[in-house]
């Protein structure tokens, strides 16, 4: 069986092919050739916690889970282990990377069907390891011109503006505020720790898509009531996941701004109908994301 580590994971997997991968299984859910079973949680009386999520690929021949643990004090740690749909053992993959990097793919592929073709300008709402692939993918799919980014901490947005304006050769700012990063943006993300909403309603503008990638927690949410009500065309990654996880939409939903029958999936990968709808992608983060991903780079791996 072979062990891959986050350093082969980073090497192996490029931004454009995990996008192509994420879309790719997708697809095969949709054609009945794969199968997702949503994130479960264990938690432990020390405070630690076991999360688990399974998928299987026939199209790719891949089958797996992945597992991670979490506490306060020793961190997260995650891993991808791999099979082929036989039963066989292939791989035990170091997976915070993957994860990382799957996780904005998945954003990409909605921002590819749901944002303005045009869309120039990105507004980033937080600037920490998830923000990094966030806006690299989305930079993938539409012709980014510019970014700007809050978080709470200046030094950190300042630090995230230079590093990611080296990486991807467009104009990233760092602003004095959530607002001031959303105003007159073609795509807003969201990629925050927050418990309670960073992004209101009354900032959003006609034709603006919202990715929201931060929070997997029924009490966490970075999107108001009010964001949620205004989005005309609202897509998940998974229903059944987000009626479980996805605090964003529960509390909305709860307070009468829509409901669950007007969630449709990403998999469906439905465009947006008008120029100037509100789109909103609310991403969990799914196991059969993390085998499409985890397939590949077995295969790069292997031919190395």
Known sequence: MLSLTEA??????????????????????????????????????????????????LETGYLGAKLYTTHPQTGAHFYVLLFSTDGTPLASIEA????????????????????????????????????????????????????????????NRRRFAGEMQAKLGVAVRAVASAAEAVRGAGIVITATNARDPVLLGDWLEPGMHVNAAGSNHPRRRELDTAAVGRAGLIVADSVEQSRMESGDLIAAFEAGAGGWDQVQELRDLVRRERDDQITLFKSNGLALEDIAVAGYVYEQATRT
Not at 22 to 39: F, K, M
């Open 8 to 57: 082969q994971v980073r090497e192996l997997l490029p931004m454009d092919r995990a996008i192509e991968l994420v879309e790719a299984g997708l697809r095969h859910w949709t054609a009945g050739r794969a199968e997702n079973h949503p994130r479960r949680r264990l938690q432990l009386g020390s405070s630690a916690m076991l999360h688990y999520m399974t998928a299987v690929d």
């Open 96 to 155: 915070n990377a993957l994860g990382q990097i799957r996780t904005g793919a998945a954003s990409g592929v909605a921002t590819r069907y749901l944002a303005r073709a045009g869309a120039q300008v990105v507004g980033l709402i937080g600037s920490g390891f998830q923000a990094q692939t966030q806006l690299e993918a989305v930079a993938r799919v539409r012709p980014v011109r510019e970014a700007r980014v809050y978080s709470r901490s200046e030094e």
